[in-house]
């Protein structure tokens, strides 16, 4: 046997850092990680284009649940503004690829320009505001960045020109790769691809890119200086960790990954009104966060992909439960619609997990595991 | 280890005698980057290859000879398992020096015999607790002239002329083999077969300890029988084998099992942090030979059962009704001498399935593909737990001065409750006016150091080492062992009883730490038990049962009552006359420091009996009777 090679079947016999800090650092976890990467690629031959359109919204709401995790999960800065930066994301990439001729602002550029000049736009306003927001700690930032949201409603409704006006709204992202319309069906080696086939593929690579990026950042020196400082900042500066220059990498790096969330959002949604930016969609992302899992990446998707199934969720339980109604106003006796259970089921879950399991999703998950991993016994 | 020489580029030498120097220079030979053995450091399991442990024997080699050992020389080791130890041993024999072993739990007086007695002219000791022990008796050393420290912390600022720091013994080696390349590999060439390789000194339950001479022929006898013709491991270590070394290493058994195993077969030892961590470093490691004394073993048990208790009730389920598989598998197993059936195989497979699989990964034992009890005798049932869950698990014999060379059981002919038949090859007989075990073959020691007289009683004129260890044959092949010699009770009734299979019906159970029978020329048995602190405790909490200390726990009545029932229970498998009549918990855990305990762990009755003598008397002169 040589040196450094790994010795099967002993997961724990780990003979460098290397081994020790791996992703996928055990057998069990590299099989489950393929499984769900196949799964995932396999998913549009096997599900509707209805699912598939969701399923693709997730991944762009998983991207944005990410880099809210980055700042507030990580680094311990409860931001209310990441709506803001998701619309900033989205109105940058609908810009750069609508068509010059239209009343509003057209450069007709390809997606794959457009999508991380979203990302860097909303970084370079992030970078803008973490002086001011690197200033404040707890639940002043949580007021200074709900701030930020209202100012940015403000100008998305009243900037004709970039958003269409409030009520009006400008069409979303053109996905255009290459001279390919992905928003058209296309003929790819003889298979004819969807629309929502190819848009879900697109979101879903991006995501894991972006994924497995987070990720690396969490277990390398940056991630672990945001965990100091969300554990006690006066502590990490003792250490040694610069609290301004740290926070201001949080916030950029979450902004960049809130630009992209929009840009791709809004590429498989082809209408974007500048009202949808508000403080909803920030406590969304937050019910993301919590309801996933703070601190964990994987947490931050499986939070995505349940907040944004919730409401195709909801939209079938009228046919079990008899007081439900699927309408939007209430009549023939029935008790709630399924918006306003939405929005109930919104407060309970997080309240639910904040009290219960405080570690989410991925808590569950972990519980599970532990469970079988433990066994025969407790411990 | 810095600055790595292929050892393709060194000139091999040649020697007539194979020693454990020359065997893993061999090693480095042919398999430079094989791994030799690994050391948890900072979280991590560092490998040390071939190569490198090679260079650091050749460097160590030369630096003890740059400190003036001459062949014949004694030189100690103070340290816990770690791959110092096992690069100082090895360079010790490649310079013809002898390797003293010291127990890192050897208080100083012990360390001051010790040294004195082997007239140690070099120590290599650990830590700044074992150079304090050292420092305190060394102006009464006229002979040792060198303390050699692997970990400088504390250390570092000691005003000593006799201190020399690990590192610095390396760059000395480094500079004498520059200046003479040819010094080590010139005393491996003159190695003879009667060069005493090592000297262990035995733990003494009664007087002070003995220091066993083992010359090189000794050592590879030992190799040749217990390792590559399978006496202890069958089929035989190979490479792909790992062993985690926890035990003693100045103890013959992990001096086998660690040094001469790697050195021999090439097996990869893994060290263990310390005793404390042995339980997770098993898991971590999964070693495919494991060797245990009985209190190892025991406590594995112990610490399966408890945590059984606490666990879920579907796992709870699961485990009972494993674990009934497992007492089946066990019986059956133990009553064809560990052949398995159909039907025992079927059990087996569904057992492994629900239980066998996940507990063996958790108790370090999944890929235990041997396993060997000694050094003191087990309870069978203990045995029969690990067979049943699928750890062949062999009881071995044999002790420092036949080289740990003696009986062993063999798969396939396991016998619970003997210690199993004579390796091939080698002479053992029962004698039959006493009943004492005596081994002859060219393992047998070549004497105790500057003690002729002790020598004589061990070995007589016709080669023959008298164990001191009485037994019976059993069917003609395998050897029960009754007890030791000097242990025998015999009551005032005339009766000859063997306390030690009492005690181990006792210490059976996972409450009872220590038994110690009392009877000799007395009208019947007492005993005085030392309870487990972790089971009892962890009783008492679970009964509501405030406690404090350890004291505090062996004086509640309910624990007394207990033990009580343990002792009841014991006494109605035994004959009237080996009945424990009345019994006392000893008030504190024995401990080593306080001369309790050999370095071994191993009771020493006198010390204790003496120690104790009030609740002894107490016992037999009617104040009280026991709960």
Redesign the interface.
Known sequence: MKRGATISGRPELRTSYRADMALLNSRPKRLGAGVILAAALAAPFLITDALLAIAALACAAAIGAIGLNLVSGYAGQVSLGHAFFIGAGAFTAAALTGDPGESVYGLGLQWIVAVPAAGLVAAVLGFLVSPIASRFRGLYLAIATLGLVFLGEHILDNWRSLTGGAGAGRRGVIAEIGGVRLDQPTEVAGLVLTTSQQLYLLALVLLVVLAVLARNLARSAVGRAFEAIRDRDIAAEVMGVRLGRHKMIAFTLSSFYAGVSGAVYYTVINQINPESFNLLLSVQFIAMVLIGGIATISGSIMGAFFITFLPRITRELPAIVPFLTAEPTLRDGALLTVFQLEAILYGVLIVGFLILEPRGLYGLWVRVRNYWKGWPFTY | MTAVQDPRATELPETATTTLATRVRDWAAREP???AM?EKHL?????M?WAEYWDAVHTVGHALIALGVEPGDRVAVHAENRREWLISDVAIVAIRAMTVGLYPTNPAPEVHYLLGHSGSTVLIAEDQEQVDKALAVADDLPDLHTIVYLEPRGVRRYDDPRLLSWEQLLSRGRAHREEHPDAVAARMRSATPDDVATLIYTSGTTGPPKGAMLSVRNVEFAIATLIERGGFVDPPPT??D?VLSYLPLCHVVERVFSVWFNAAAGV?V?FAESIDTVQQNL????PTIVFGVPRIWEKVVAGVEI??T???PV?RL??RA?MALARRIGATLVAREGNHTLGTRVQYALGWAL?FR??RD?IGL??ARYAVSGAAPIAPEVLEFFMGIGVPMHEAYGMTENSAIATANRPGRVKLGTVGEPHAGIEVAVDERTGEICTRHPGNFVGYWRDPEATREMLDGQGWLHTGDVGEGVDGTHIRITDRMKDIVITAGGKNLSPSEIENALKASPYVKEAVIIGDGRKYLTALIGIELETVGDWAQRHHIPYTTYRDLTEKPEVVALIQSIVDETNARLAQVEQVKRFRLLPKELDHEDGELTATQKVKRSAIAHQFSDLVEEMYGGKGAAA
């Open positions: 980057d094989g791994v690994r979280g991590v399991w560092e490998e290859s490479r792909s790992l990869q893994n898991a971590e490691v999964q945590r059984a606490k666990a879920t796992k699961a485990y494993g239980l996940p507990l958790r999944r890929k």
